[in-house]
């Protein structure tokens, strides 16, 4: 009963995370993590957990996303769902030592990117790089980040976002969610068939999810910029120095 009680209320937070920015993943893998699933079987199941709670969310933000044009949507979901694919596989061969040393490396650097973009945006502008709005190679990138460790997706999605000069936070709220239904298709799939997911832990928190998406995507129209942004680097940093200290 004391799992089931974890398990439900770490979906439902990581539906609302999610919804509002990112890194509902910090709750579902850590959870999967105390109840005795080892760190690849528990990030394979965390990742088929959060799966609807995208959708719902995105439904919640339908609007935003719809002021993106179609061209746009269509090729970034191709690039999503390849570079998911490509991910999974690679968490696929890879062992759960290699998968525990590599994470917290990926999340403090996704924090940091989103914590410092105005920052990033203009020294882009000063210099000759340059941040493609809808570019292929950067999101293809973090679409392998997603496939292999779903944690701090929704971070590094929205860091990507801000490089692309993106200025609303609802609309890369809402692109975000959508982009994360995506790759978390493809790398679900492919758990699936390599069966690696427990499907009863994953069926609780998922149920969950989908509710904390509905609720997230309204609070984000109420919560202030500044709120949902500090949440972000709190949720960041706080799991940075977890993963660290499991290392």
Do not use: C
Request: proline fraction near 3%; glycine fraction near 12%; aromatic fraction near 10%.
């Amino acid at each position: 009963m004391t799992d089931f009680i974890l398990l439900i209320l770490a979906g439902l937070g990581a539906g609302i995370i999610n919804a509002l920015a990112g890194g509902g993943t910090f709750l579902t893998f850590p959870a999967l993590v105390f109840i005795g699933l080892p760190p690849v079987v528990a990030n394979a199941t965390s990742a088929v957990a959060v799966f609807p709670g995208y959708l719902a969310a995105a439904a919640g933000f339908r609007a935003e996303i719809g002021a993106i044009k179609r061209h746009d949507l269509i090729k970034a979901s191709v690039v999503a769902l390849a570079g998911g694919l490509a991910g999974a596989g690679l968490l696929l061969v890879s062992s759960n030592e290699v998968f525990s040393l590599v994470v917290p490396f990926l999340l403090l650097i996704a924090t940091v990117i989103f914590a410092f973009q105005k920052q990033i945006q203009v020294a882009l502008r000063d210099s000759r790089l340059k941040a493609t709005p809808y570019g292929s190679v950067g999101l293809f990138l973090v679409s392998v980040y997603g496939g292999y460790f779903n944690g701090g997706l929704g971070i590094v999605l929205l860091a990507l976002f801000a490089l692309w000069g993106m200025q609303s936070l609802n609309q890369m709220n809402g692109l975000k969610n959508a982009m994360s239904f995506v790759i978390s298709a493809i790398s679900v799939a492919a758990f699936a068939l390599a069966g690696i997911v427990e499907w009863r832990e994953a069926a609780i928190m998922a149920v969950a999810a989908v509710a904390g998406g509905f609720i997230g995507a309204k609070l984000a129209r109420i919560l202030p910029d500044i709120v949902i942004r500090g949440g972000i680097i709190a949720i960041g940093l706080s799991m940075s120095v977890v993963f660290f200290a499991r290392m």
